[in-house]
C-alpha cells in the first residue's frame, strides 16, 4: 500500500535561508502526490501537487518541489523562507483502498522560522 | 477558490453527552467527503470516508457505533461523536472532493473542530 515517510519531525531555520523538507513514498503504482501547510487550530492549505509531467512542482507561497521516480521522493523546497511559514507540512499520497482514492497523509514536519 | 465549512470551530461538552460536526461545501457538490482525527503533534488519521445516499466507510479500528456519519446531500456530511468521553477529545477535520474532478485531485479541508470533552 502506498504510504510516506516524512524523515525530519522538526526543522529550524533562520529567517531568510532556505530550506528542504523531506519526503519519500513507498507505491507500485501510479503515484499522486501533494503537499499541505496546517497552521495553527487550523485545517490544511494544499501548496502543491504532483499528478503527471513535469518533475518539478511549483506552488503558492514561492514553494516547490521535485518528483523523483528513481528515489521515491518528493522533497519541499523554498529558496528564502519567513517568519509567517513557521508551521507543519505534511506530505501526502493517494491510496486506493476500499473503492475510494483515499489521502493518506506523512507524520508532518514542523518547521519554525526564526527571526 | 472551493471553500469548505466545518461548525462547531470549538466544543467543549460533559462526558457522556453526544457531539456533532457539520462539514459543508459551500461552492460545489461533494459526493464524497472525508473525516480525520488529529491528535496533539500528530498526523491525520482517516477515519471513515462519507458516501451521499449511502453508508460511511470506516478505517480499520473506528468504532461506527461511536462516530456516526451522515451524508444527507451534496453538501452537507456530519459526524456525531456519541456518548463521549475524555479519550474522544481531538482535533476533527473534514475534506471534501469536488464531484466535477477526477479522484486524484486535490480535497479541501475545512478549518477543523477542536472537541474537549471534560
Known amino acids: 500500500a502506498q504510504s510516506v515517510t516524512q524523515l525530519d519531525s522538526q526543522v529550524p531555520v533562520f529567517e531568510e535561508a532556505p530550506v528542504e523538507l523531506r519526503c519519500n513514498y513507498s507505491?507500485?503504482?501510479?503515484?499522486?502526490l501533494f503537499w499541505y501547510v496546517q497552521y495553527p487550530n487550523q485545517g490544511l492549505q494544499l501548496l502543491l501537487k504532483y499528478l503527471s509531467g513535469s518533475t518539478l512542482v511549483k506552488g503558492i507561497n514561492g514553494f516547490e518541489a521535485e518528483f523523483n521516480k528513481s528515489q521515491t521522493s518528493f522533497h519541499l523546497r523554498k529558496p528564502s523562507v519567513h517568519i509567517s511559514d513557521t508551521a507543519e507540512y505534511f506530505c501526502?499520497?493517494?491510496?486506493?483502498?476500499?473503492?475510494?482514492?483515499?489521502?493518506?497523509f506523512g507524520a508532518g514536519t514542523r518547521l519554525a522560522v526564526h527571526p | 477558490g472551493a471553500v469548505v465549512s466545518q461548525h462547531p470551530s470549538r466544543v467543549i461538552c460533559k462526558s457522556g453527552t453526544s457531539v456533532k460536526i457539520e462539514c459543508r461545501s459551500l461552492?460545489?457538490?461533494?459526493?464524497?467527503m472525508f473525516w480525520y482525527r488529529q491528535f496533539p503533534k500528530q498526523s491525520l488519521m482517516l477515519m471513515a470516508t462519507?458516501?451521499?445516499?449511502?453508508?460511511?466507510?470506516?478505517e480499520q479500528g473506528v468504532e461506527k457505533d461511536k462516530f456516526l456519519i451522515n451524508h444527507a446531500s451534496l453538501t452537507l456530511s456530519t459526524l456525531t461523536v456519541t456518548s463521549a468521553h475524555p479519550e474522544d477529545s481531538s482535533f476533527y477535520i473534514c475534506?471534501?472532493?469536488?464531484?466535477?474532478?477526477?479522484?486524484?485531485?486535490?480535497?479541501?479541508f475545512g478549518d477543523g473542530t477542536r472537541l474537549s470533552i471534560l
Open positions: 461552492d460545489f457538490q461533494a459526493t464524497t
Open positions: 507505491s507500485s503504482v501510479s503515484v499522486y
Open positions: 462519507s458516501n451521499e445516499g449511502s453508508k460511511a466507510t470506516y
Open positions: 475534506s471534501a472532493r469536488d464531484r466535477r474532478t477526477g479522484n486524484n485531485q486535490p480535497q479541501h
Open positions: 501526502a499520497v493517494i491510496r486506493f483502498s476500499g473503492g475510494y482514492n483515499k489521502l493518506i
